[in-house]
Structure formats: structure tokens, C-alpha cells
């Protein structure tokens, strides 16, 4: 009964590369949530994906910053071109319901970027 | 008026005290709860939902005033592994919309 698996823990990047975050969420879960958090810092919502479709993406940068949830595989949170203030700890979460319900927190990825 | 908002703490009690914490939210049409906590460089745990009516889970007791938008967070007989920082989350507008969380409370019990 595995919990939300989210790898890898830990990412540095060079400023100007890619970053991949991968998320699987709990068996049966179909609800996926990306939060940021800073150093000293609350978590921040990023974006909220079903299967297949962004539900919400209100909290995602503009520019960069894309996600998705395919049919097949884990959800990935992709940072293009990072930048020094992209390190964070990023943390996907999951729900058996919609987005008012109770959410499972992965460990997290923590990104370095250098 | 913040989403969320609470008191960052720290709070630095004796083992055995009760500590209670307190979050107010801002849209009154929220109709979702929790308590989660977060140890350091770990991720939230869901610790608690909270209901219209109060609900307890052992020391733990979590109410909501819907009139004055906040819920509250009482833990009795503290522990040392009670020490983490707690976060009070809310779906903030009503409907399936993300939680959003408070920067939460920090609390640390001291032998």
C-alpha cells in the first residue's frame, strides 16, 4: 500500500538546464497537487491535474514551468531553463476525491539549483 | 485580510502542558478543514480533519467557528514528539478547489 512516491529526493541543476520532478500518486488516487515551498516558508499550490487535464494551474509561473498527468505513468512538474530561485523543496500530493478533500503528501524533491 | 493566516510561534511549552493554536480564514463559503504537521525537511501529514461539530483524536481536539472564521487546534498532556510545526489548511473558496495552506505554527516541548 505504497503512499505518493515522488522522485528523485534530491535534484541539482546547473541555471539554464531542465528539471524533471516525477510524482506517482496513491494506488486509486487520480487527484495530483504540486506545492513549492521555500526555505522558512509556507507550501504554495502550484497546479491541480486529473488524468489527462489540468484542473487548475493558478499558482504556476508563467514562463518555464509546465505539468502534466498523462493516462499512463506519473504526473512530472517540468522547470525549464532553472534559475537560482527556483531551489526549493517542491512536494506533490494526492486525493481519492476532489481537490476539497483530504490530500497525501509525497516526501518531496528537493531542487538545487547552482 | 491573508487566506489563511496563523500564529507562526514559536511555541516553546514543558512537557505535559496543553497548547492550543488558533487560524482564522478569509471566505466565509470555505467548507473544508485540517490540521496537518510538518517535521523538519519532511513533508505535511495529515493530522486531523475538522468538523462543524469538534472532533478529538485522542490529546488532539480540533473545532471550527464558523462565525468568526477560525479553527482552533488543542493538544492536551504534550509530548517531546509532538514538537513539529502544525499547518492549518483550508479549501478556500467553495467547491473543488485546491487547499491552501497557512505558513503554520512551530512548536517545540521541552523536557
Known amino acids: 500500500n505504497a503512499g505518493v512516491m515522488q522522485n528523485p529526493r534530491h535534484l541539482v541543476r546547473r541555471r539554464g538546464q531542465e528539471a524533471r520532478l516525477r510524482c506517482s500518486p496513491m494506488k486509486g488516487h487520480s487527484h495530483v497537487y504540486w506545492y513549492r515551498q521555500l526555505p522558512e516558508e509556507g507550501l504554495k499550490f502550484m497546479v491541480y491535474l486529473q488524468k489527462e487535464n489540468i484542473i487548475d494551474e493558478s499558482g504556476m509561473p508563467k514562463e518555464r514551468f509546465s505539468a502534466e498527468f498523462p493516462k499512463e505513468g506519473p504526473s512530472i512538474l517540468r522547470i525549464q531553463q532553472v534559475v537560482r530561485g527556483d531551489s526549493a523543496a517542491y512536494f506533490c500530493?494526492?486525493?481519492?476525491?476532489?481537490?476539497?478533500?483530504?490530500?497525501?503528501f509525497g516526501q518531496g524533491t528537493r531542487l538545487t539549483v547552482v | 485580510r491573508k487566506e489563511v493566516e496563523q500564529d507562526p510561534g514559536p511555541f516553546n511549552v514543558p512537557e505535559g502542558a496543553t497548547v492550543a493554536f488558533n487560524c482564522t480564514y478569509s471566505?466565509?463559503?470555505?467548507?473544508?478543514f485540517f490540521w496537518y504537521r510538518q517535521d523538519c525537511r519532511k513533508e505535511p501529514k495529515l493530522l486531523m480533519s475538522?468538523?462543524?461539530s469538534g472532533n478529538e483524536d485522542g490529546r488532539f481536539t480540533a473545532q471550527l467557528n464558523r462565525a468568526s472564521q477560525y479553527i482552533s487546534l488543542l493538544i492536551r498532556d504534550s509530548k517531546l514528539s509532538d514538537s513539529a510545526t502544525y499547518l492549518c489548511v483550508v479549501n478556500i473558496a467553495p467547491g473543488n478547489t485546491p487547499l491552501v495552506f497557512g505558513k503554520g505554527t512551530r512548536l517545540s516541548v521541552i523536557a
Open positions: 471566505n466565509s463559503a470555505s467548507q473544508s
Open positions: 475538522v468538523y462543524s
Open positions: 500530493a494526492s486525493s481519492l476525491q476532489g481537490a476539497n478533500t483530504e490530500a497525501f
